[in-house]
Structures are given as C-alpha cells and as structure tokens.
C-alpha cells in the first residue's frame, strides 16, 4: 500500500470549485465573528457546502466497514475533510445565532447573569436586517422573541400598566430597542485600493486603503466596503 498514492488519489478530487468554497466559507466565518451586526445569508456558498457534506457522509456511511487497508485510510482523510467543513460550517451559524438568539451560560445566579440577546428586537423591526436572515434563521428569532415575550408577560409584564407592557417601546424619545454597536473598532484589509476616500463619521479623518493595507477602524466607516468586497475583516 503506498500511502503517496492514496492521498493523489484523494487530492485528485479536489477541484477549484470544492477549494474555492472552503476559503469562501472560512472567509464567511472569520467576517461573520468580526462584524457586530448580522452579516447577509451566503446562501448558494452554503447550498453548495451543504449538499458536499451530505454526499461525503453517504460515502463515509457506503464504505463503514470495508476491511481493504487502501479503502479505510482513504475514508479517514475523507473523514478528516469532513470534520473540518462541519466545524466551519457549525462555527458559522454559531456566530450568527449569537446575534439574534440566546447566549446560554453554565452558571445563572442573578437576574443580571441571563445574558440573552439584545439585538433580536433589532432584527424583527428591521427589514435590512430581516433579509440578511435565512429562511431558517427568520423562523427561529421568531419563534424565539415570541416565547421570550410570553415569558416575560407571564412573570412580570401583565402585572404591569398595558402602557408599559411593550419591549419595542420608543415612547419619551428613547427606545428599549438596543441596536448593534456600529462604531465597534474592526480590523479591516483592502483586497484591491478603494477608490474612494475613507470618512470616519464626526471627526475630520479622512484616508485612503490601497491593496494589502490594515486599519482598525470603526465598522460603520467600512461597512459598505466589506459589503462591496473591497475589504475582509480580519
């Protein structure tokens, strides 16, 4: 059994498509865990990742159990490949659930201690925010700010005036709505020079990113430019 032949034969797989689609993903990833708000839905990247995982789990599942030498350690690189897009993929949604679900902890002892999401409300007000979200994603924040509501409504909220039973309330000129932090301080990289000048709100900076540059700077000054595919996050 020569092991350089096998692993050529697993790399013989790999096409640019299947390659490109694990930098696209991990680039998602490392973008969706830097920006403070919810990032749009990848949805043919994810369609495509998805659909590779279920094919290799079929075929991790078809050769279980073959005692051919060759066929079993070819099945723990396909299996090592595997893991590594389920991580990718798991980590992903993790980042963006945080956004507009729960955030669970070990250990809740104080009131203060339930750390739920702040920026559910946000999301179900806005439609910007609610096409960012994938068909799935919609169904839980909100079936999930609907049970939150019912909770509070039964604990403590029904006790209260109906005046004052609202948590979208914007009443007096403030809003109980918390929004995501847009001046949050990111790091960015040009992927190709911007050709426009960077303004950062408020103040009199004003810059310019050339390819391969790295700022930090806040997130509402680059947004648009990430959204562009100007800049990644870093």
Known sequence: MNIDDILAEVGGDETPGKAGDLQELTRCWVTERSAPEILPWPSALMDRVLERVRLQIEVVEDQFGNTDPKTNLRLVIIQTELERFKFLVRSFLRARISKVGPRPQLKRTTL??????KHALYVLTDNT?????SPSEVQYVSSHQSLL????HSCFLSQLPSSLQR????AGGMSMIDQPDFDKAVFVRALRDVGELVHIEGTDTVFEMKRGDIYVVRWSAVKELVFTGDLELL
């Open 167 to 170: 948590l979208d309330d914007t």
């Open 129 to 133: 925010q609610m096409a960012r979200l």
């Open 149 to 152: 509501q019912a909770h509070y």
């Open 112 to 117: 203060n201690d339930f750390q739920l999401d």
